[in-house]
């Protein structure tokens, strides 16, 4: 499975951004896509997530204000981020979780930058 991102740049404050994950290879053993960031100095940590059924979840700072969406095809994974904050800062990773194994696949990341 390969994810690569898109769509990250630099907004103000209570701008919007979409972020896009693209999915190759063998999608149909990935069960869960999501979302996570990591800013300088801190963990990383989920944004949110969605199931192949279309289950969504997100973390407690998000929602709200960001939503995770698939394409029909299930080959690409977005997040619309609404009412950007600075603390919103941070590299966007996608991530792909496949059945049997749970194994986690990872992009390189897209660099959310949020000005003040």
């Known amino acids: 499975v390969q994810l690569v991102e898109s769509g990250g740049g630099l907004v103000q404050s209570g701008g919007s951004l979409r972020l896009s994950c693209a999915v190759s290879?063998?999608?149909?053993?990935?069960?869960?896509m999501g979302w996570y960031r990591q800013a300088p100095g801190k963990q990383r940590e989920l944004v949110a997530t969605i199931t192949s059924s279309g289950t969504t979840n997100y973390g407690d700072s998000v929602k709200g204000r960001f939503t995770i969406s698939r394409d029909n095809t299930k080959t690409t994974v977005y997040l619309q981020l609404n009412s950007l904050k600075v603390e919103d800062t941070a590299v966007y990773y996608c991530?792909?979780?496949?059945?049997?194994?749970?194994?986690?696949?990872w992009g390189q990341g897209t660099q959310v930058t949020v000005s003040s």
């Open positions: 991530n792909a979780r496949v059945v049997p194994t749970a194994m986690l696949y």
């Open positions: 290879g063998d999608i149909f053993s990935i069960n869960r």
